[in-house]
C-alpha cells in the first residue's frame, strides 16, 4: 500500500513569493490533515478535512494560508505572501476516520523563505 | 484543552542500556494516546498507541508504553536500545473524538557505541 505521497520535498523561495505544497493521502482515507513542524518542535494542526469538508480550520492564518481538497482525494495547500517566519516542514497526514485517529504522515515539504 | 509536555529534550544513551523517553499530559476529558518516532528527513511513523483497555501498550520493536491516568503520564521504554533507535521521538494526545493531535515538543534518543 502507497503512504501518504507530498511534494516538492523541499522549496527555496524569497519573501513576499507565493508557494504551494500538494498532497496525496492513502487511498479510501477520508480524513486530511496539514500540519506545520517548526524547527525543534512538534508539529502543530493547520486544517483538518473531511471528505472535501474543512472541519477545523481555526489555526490557520487565514490572511496568507488557503488549502483545499476538491473532490475529497488530492489536496494544496498554498501560501501567498511568504513570510520568514513560515519557514518549516509541512507535513501531510491522513486516516479512515478521525474516531480512532491513527494518523499516517507523509516525509513532509521543507520549506526555507529566504 | 490539552497538553503535552516531554520532559527530556535529549537523551543519550549507550547501546543495549534501556531507556525512558518521559511524557505528561494535561486534559479536562478522556484522552487518546500515541507516540511517533521521526528518523532524520522522514516523516512521522506511529509507533504504538493506547486507545481503551490494557494500560500497557507494545511495538513490535521492544517499545512499551504504559498510561497512567492517575499521574497524567504515557512514558516510553525500551531494556534494551539499538544503534538505529536513535531518532527524534513524539509524544501525542487526541480527544476521545479523534481529531488533531497535540504534540509534545520532541525527545531526541541518541544512541552511541
Known amino acids: 500500500e502507497a503512504g501518504v505521497v507530498q511534494s516538492p520535498r523541499y522549496k527555496i523561495i524569497e519573501k513576499k513569493q507565493p508557494v504551494a505544497f500538494w498532497c496525496n493521502p492513502i487511498s479510501g482515507h477520508n480524513t486530511l490533515y496539514w500540519y506545520r513542524q517548526n524547527l525543534g518542535q512538534g508539529p502543530e494542526l493547520l486544517i483538518r478535512?473531511?471528505?472535501?469538508?474543512?472541519?477545523?480550520d481555526s489555526q490557520l492564518p487565514k490572511d496568507r494560508f488557503s488549502a483545499e481538497r476538491l473532490k475529497g482525494v488530492d489536496s494544496t495547500l498554498k501560501i501567498q505572501p511568504a513570510e520568514l517566519g513560515d519557514s518549516a516542514v509541512y507535513l501531510c497526514?491522513?486516516?479512515?476516520?478521525?474516531?480512532?485517529?491513527?494518523?499516517?504522515f507523509g516525509p513532509g515539504t521543507r520549506l526555507t523563505v529566504l | 484543552a490539552q497538553s503535552v509536555t516531554q520532559l527530556d529534550s535529549q537523551v543519550p544513551v549507550f547501546e543495549e542500556a534501556p531507556v525512558e523517553l518521559r511524557c505528561n499530559y494535561s486534559s479536562s476529558v478522556s484522552v487518546y494516546l500515541f507516540w511517533y518516532v521521526q528518523y532524520p528527513n522522514q516523516g512521522l511513523q506511529l509507533l504504538l498507541k493506547y486507545l481503551s483497555g490494557s494500560t500497557l501498550v507494545e511495538s513490535i520493536n521492544g517499545f512499551e508504553a504504559e498510561f497512567n491516568k492517575s499521574q497524567t503520564s504515557f512514558h516510553l521504554r525500551k531494556p534494551s536500545v539499538h544503534i538505529s533507535d536513535t531518532a527524534e521521538y513524539f509524544c501525542a494526545v487526541s480527544g476521545p473524538q479523534g481529531g488533531k493531535l497535540i504534540f509534545g515538543q520532541g525527545t531526541e534518543l541518541s544512541v552511541k557505541p
Open positions: 497526514a491522513s486516516s479512515y476516520a478521525s474516531e480512532n485517529n491513527e494518523q499516517f
Open positions: 478535512y473531511e471528505n472535501e469538508e474543512a472541519v477545523d
